[in-house]
């Protein structure tokens, strides 16, 4: 619910912003316990401590849902921002958010419905987006005209790769590897 006071814009009760961000919590923790295949509204709403019904009445669905949670826990550096973010800063980022278990449970969820590998799709391509222009202004600086989506795309490609394929978790030392590989 909004409410208006002495003609302000309008604000969120903070009661409901702090429902959404359990649920939030609550939805990305039942994705990576149940995956797409056993998630649900009802897991969701035990998790956050929530009824059922509030999570339909906030989100609609359980798209939705996993795309706001998506949305507003998992950030890139920089995002809004107009100061440029190193790209090692946006790596690292990846780095962090793909060695846990989220990746794999969003994996899951592309592959087993379209509706949910087309919003991802959207999501990743706009993150992608924002190491395209960080890279961009690193090869600017270094006089380097190579295309900056394409070289965002090496990068976090080289990175998606080794989570895939290699045991353990991606390190720093991986970021390192990556960059000196693709950037030079």
Same mark, same amino acid.
């Given at each position: 619910?909004? &409410? ?21 919590? @609550?939805?990305?923790?039942? /994705? ?40 507003? /826990? ?6 809004? &921002? #107009? ?15 793909? &060695? ?5 449970? /969003? ?5 087993? #419905? ?5 919003? /991802?799709? @959207? ?12 890279? @961009? ?6 006089? #380097? %005209? ?13 990175? +998606?790769?080794?989570? +895939? ?7 720093? %030392? ?11």
């Amino acid at each position: 619910m909004r &409410s208006r006071v002495d003609g302000q814009p309008a604000r969120e009760d903070p009661r409901l912003e702090r429902t959404r961000g359990r649920l939030r919590r @609550a939805a990305l923790e039942e /994705l990576v316990a149940a995956g797409w295949g056993g998630f649900t509204v009802e897991g969701v709403a035990r998790r956050a401590g929530a009824g059922k019904a509030s999570v339909y009445r906030l989100y609609g669905d359980r798209h939705a849902l996993v795309l706001d949670a998506f949305a507003h /826990l998992v950030v890139q550096p920089g995002r809004g &921002s #107009d100061r440029p973010v190193p790209v090692r800063a946006i790596l690292e980022h990846l780095v962090e958010g793909w &060695s846990g278990p989220l990746l794999p449970a /969003l994996v899951d969820a592309a592959q087993r #419905d379209p509706d949910m590998a087309t919003a /991802l799709r @959207a999501s990743s391509a706009e993150r992608l987006g924002g190491l395209a222009r960080a890279v @961009a202004v690193e090869l600017e600086e270094r006089g #380097d %005209g190579r295309d900056p989506r394409a070289v965002a795309e090496a990068l976090a490609g080289a990175l +998606l790769y080794r989570r +895939l394929v290699s045991p353990g978790r991606l390190t720093a %030392g991986d970021v390192d590897t990556v960059t000196a590989a693709v950037m030079g």
